[in-house]
T-cell receptor, first 110, second 115 residues
Framework: GENVEQHPSTLSVQEGDSAVIKCTYS??????FPWYKQELGKRPQLIID?????GEKKDQRIAVTLNKTAKHFSLHITETQPEDSAVYFC?????????FGKGTSLLVTP | NAGVTQTPKFQVLKTGQSMTLQCAQD?????MYWYRQDPGMGLRLIYY???????DKGEVPNGYNVSRLNKREFSLRLESAAPSQTSVYFC??????????????FGSGTRLTVV
């Protein structure tokens, strides 16, 4: 089945800096790659997604890039703020279900 | 519009007891899912239902059964709970089965402890 690897597992940045989280996937048929943010004790929330016919997508301070040849995709958060502190999960669609990475705990310090 | 509703929110079971986690969605989505979340392990797929009347195993199905009761409801049953099933369980739905919006909508989760 699909295997999604996510790095790093923890990331600490200063407020205003950028944060980058990287994921790789194994199923070459995967065509949809979402990112979720989960705050402590809450449900995961979709923050951005990208389909395989697009190389990059932006939404204000967040962006996702996709390299289908290399089977990797990345989340970029610019001008980080303390409220960006959370666990972020990447995922890849395989068939009818998403396979998730193990998560990155992002801490933004003031 | 409630989205995805899960019950109960918290549950403590003794080893060997059984219980059913309930999930209902009101977004007319075809596809529904059950995941478990453990520290450092991400979200792992237990079972899914691509459409009403179908169910399939995910990555970690052992010890669980599911029922897609109708288009709205997808339940997860633990027949004989074990401490290894202590986890947070999330139900989700999407339109993946119909080629619509692929993003999941998650329920608020069930925190299950088996002692």
């Amino acid at each position: 089945g699909e295997n999604v690897e996510q790095h790093p597992s923890t990331l600490s940045v200063q407020e205003g800096d950028s944060a980058v989280i990287k994921c790789t996937y194994s199923d070459s048929a995967s065509n949809y790659f979402p990112w979720y943010k989960q705050e402590l004790g809450k449900r995961p929330q979709l923050i951005i997604d990208i389909r395989s016919n697009v190389g990059e997508k932006k939404d204000q301070r967040i962006a996702v890039t996709l390299n289908k040849t290399a089977k990797h995709f990345s989340l970029h958060i610019t001008e980080t703020q303390p409220e960006d502190s959370a666990v972020y999960f990447c995922a890849a669609l395989s068939g009818y279900a998403l396979n998730f990475g193990k998560g990155t705990s992002l801490l933004v310090t003031p | 519009n409630a989205g995805v509703t899960q019950t109960p929110k918290f549950q403590v079971l003794k080893t060997g007891q059984s219980m059913t986690l309930q999930c209902a969605q009101d977004m007319n989505h075809n596809s529904m899912y059950w995941y478990r979340q453990d520290p450092g392990m991400g979200l792992r797929l237990i079972y899914y239902s691509a459409s009403e009347g179908t169910t399939d195993k995910g990555e970690v199905p052992n010890g669980y059964n599911v029922s897609r009761l109708n288009k709205r409801e997808f339940s997860l049953r633990l027949e004989s709970a074990a401490p290894s099933q202590t986890s947070v369980y999330f139900c989700a739905s999407s339109e993946i089965g119909t080629g619509g919006t692929y993003g999941y909508t998650f329920g608020s989760g069930t925190r299950l402890t088996v002692v």
